[in-house]
């Protein structure tokens, strides 16, 4: 199949790459000349306009997007008044579910079909696969068969023909907005995993506390037994002993472990966590469900409190400390 793909960042390329790797054929499209003249150097056709992307494609075009989620209504507007009835267009980044709803019912006026699809799989995604969750129409889903499977996990296992294929990677999931809404759940539950890793290796990195002079003031809290912390764990080795027969190992786990072997104070790092805007997204819709998710709230707290977003409401609890009792921050 021919079919376009807009957006050659760390997703877009390589899923350009996998679907060339298979014999599919690539138009690609990204502001970004450097990136565009890459993609052309593994065998992809370089569009240099939306409007070049048109004429490339033979009708019923198929044009896949995979830009941030703040930019899909952007490349809508401009490709959509190009677009002519019977062509696909794929949302695969991270929308907003309900946006796929509106999205689609929108184009369906103008004959222009909708795919709202999540995709995950990171860096890995070239050489591993990836996995999709799909939403739309499910007979224009269907037309897309053998690329779902080509970016699949496992092709090998793919008949290249059927939409639900969850062993091999992907998944036709319901109609407009169930892609990204399966994919939103998917990247909160990514949030809490990741959460739980981090607050554990925290510990045993801080196991130590037992060791360091302790201040005798109002100010502070006394350990109970600083006897009881005297461990200084080598946490890059237990990473990676936990990878092997444990019950917690996961990919996750494995990239904990990756990231710790290489430098395990992290000190390259800021720890300013940024959230793309799924966790929100999920809470929503967990509250309109009357569904409680109390570790994707603390998840998504945390990444909120590391860039400092708590920074004013921490120094009016330094402040209220001062006005009752007269305590003064150390």
């Known amino acids: ?112 079909h909708y795919l709202d699809v999540g995709v995950s799989g990171g860096l890995f995604g070239l050489d591993s696969g990836y996995c999709l969750m799909i939403g739309g129409d499910r007979d224009i889903a269907a037309r897309l068969a053998p690329v779902f499977a080509a970016l699949a996990t496992d092709m090998g296992d793919s008949d290249g023909h059927s939409i639900s294929q969850p062993a091999s990677g992907y998944l036709y999931c319901g109609p407009s907005g169930a892609g990204h809404f399966v994919k939103m759940v998917h990247n909160s539950i990514e949030y809490g995993l990741m959460a739980a890793y981090a607050e554990g290796f925290n510990l045993l990195h801080s196991a130590n506390a037992g060791k360091s002079a302790q201040a005798i003031d109002a100010e502070t809290a006394p350990l109970a037994d600083p006897r009881a912390l005297q461990y200084d764990f080598d946490i890059a080795a237990i990473a990676e002993l936990w990878r092997h027969g444990s019950v917690v190992r996961s990919w996750l786990l494995d990239l904990t472990a990756q990231a710790l072997a290489a430098d395990a104070t992290l000190a390259d790092l800021r720890g300013k966590v940024s959230d793309s805007g799924e966790g929100r997204w999920t809470l929503h819709a967990a509250i309109d469900s009357a569904v409680p998710m109390p570790v994707l709230a603390a998840a998504l707290n945390a990444r909120f409190s590391s860039r400092d977003q708590d920074d004013f409401a921490n120094r009016l609890l330094s402040a209220l400390r001062r006005e009752f009792g007269g305590h003064h921050e150390r």
Request: net charge positive; charged share 20%; glycine share 10%.
């Open 1 to 112: 199949m021919r079919l376009a793909m807009v957006g050659l960042g760390r997703m877009g390329a390589n899923m350009a790459l996998r679907l060339l790797r298979a014999g599919h054929e690539c138009v690609v499209f990204d502001r970004d000349q450097s990136a565009r003249v890459k993609a052309v150097a593994n065998g992809a056709i370089s569009a240099t306009s939306i409007d070049d992307i048109i004429t490339k494609l033979a009708a019923p075009r198929i044009v896949w997007m995979m830009v941030p989620a703040a930019a899909v209504a952007e490349v809508i507007a401009s490709i959509a008044p190009r677009l002519s009835a019977g062509d696909i267009l794929v949302d695969g980044g991270n929308s907003h579910y309900r946006d796929g709803i509106e999205r689609a019912a929108g184009l369906a006026g103008k004959g222009i």
